[in-house]
């Protein structure tokens, strides 16, 4: 496992967390101190200050709106293995081999921090809805349900309204199956999902795609298999099929 015993507590952390960190001295150089968990009063608080607790064996000061723990070597292993910023925080390398119920219990914390219900206008069920910055976040939660048997996709979202950064949403219909799956999830509990025996489909999946723009044409190979997918280090993706039309340096990047 990595350095977070909690699937759900670094799922939070990926979604509202950040490390803290201190400038001092003549050149006001930044140093970590610790890390920090954005959560405003409530359940989820609650609970979440609970499992800060027994992750570290320290219980967090509060201040209303965030948890902070002061930990120097704390706020290193986070920002280590799940990054710094919103914009790159994600699994670390070889995430893919981590146990089922782990990957689950991530996914439901990454929910719980940054997921909602949503209406849709093609069906009568809820819709979750993961929104984040980071690309990697997403790519990874998506491959996360899709291995488990999920049909999710990943959009844009372009109104930038707190960031300056890209945003990403990873969206799946909330079956018997995702609320099975993300029954560490604070938010599923109580939620209705779209009952096994109910034949009405949620819309057809489109996966993400976007041009990918390069200076000078890279060298790159392609692995052609029979389905024309294959997983990369635990990424589903997809080889050209043919030459891709239009511009010499655009090419199709499919997740």
């Known amino acids: 496992l990595p350095a977070v015993q909690s699937g759900w507590l670094a799922g939070?952390?990926?979604?509202?967390?950040?490390?803290?960190?201190?400038?001092?001295?003549?050149?006001?150089?930044p140093y970590t101190?610790?890390?920090?968990?954005?959560?405003?009063?409530?359940?989820?608080?609650?609970?979440?200050?609970?499992?800060?607790?027994?992750?570290?064996?320290?219980?967090?000061?509060?201040?209303?709106?965030?948890?902070?723990?002061?930990?120097?070597?704390?706020?290193?292993?986070?920002?280590?293995?799940?990054?710094?910023?919103s914009r790159n925080k994600g699994l670390p390398d070889g995430w893919c081999g981590l146990p089922g119920t782990w990957l689950s219990d991530f996914v439901a914390g990454v929910f719980d921090g940054d997921g909602t219900f949503v209406s849709n206008n093609n069906t009568a069920w809820q819709v979750c809805r993961i929104d984040t910055t980071s690309f990697l976040l997403a790519q990874q939660v998506h491959a996360i349900l899709r291995g488990a048997g999920v049909p999710a996709r990943i959009i844009l979202t372009p109104k930038r309204k707190l960031t300056r950064h890209q945003g990403f949403a990873v969206t799946f219909?909330?079956?018997?199956?995702?609320?099975?799956?993300?029954?560490?999830?604070?938010?599923?509990?109580?939620?209705?999902?779209?009952?096994?025996?109910?034949?009405?489909?949620?819309?057809?999946?489109?996966?993400?795609i976007r041009p990918v723009y390069f200076a000078a044409p890279p060298f790159v190979y392609d692995l052609e298999t029979e389905s024309h997918t294959l997983y990369v280090g635990g990424m589903l993706t997809h080889n050209t099929g043919g030459t891709a039309g239009g511009s010499s340096k655009a090419t199709n990047a499919f997740v």
């Open 12 to 29: 939070m952390y990926c979604a509202e967390g950040c490390v803290l960190v201190r400038k001092e001295g003549p050149e006001k150089r």
């Open 33 to 85: 101190i610790g890390v920090g968990f954005g959560q405003m009063p409530g359940a989820t608080a609650t609970r979440l200050g609970k499992a800060i607790e027994k992750e570290h064996g320290k219980m967090p000061g509060y201040t209303g709106k965030e948890f902070q723990l002061y930990a120097t070597t704390v706020g290193q292993a986070y920002a280590g293995t799940f990054g710094r910023y």
């Open 173 to 208: 219909g909330f079956t018997e199956r995702v609320a099975a799956l993300l029954s560490a999830s604070s938010k599923v509990k109580g939620a209705a999902p779209k009952p096994a025996s109910n034949d009405e489909r949620f819309p057809e999946t489109i996966d993400y």
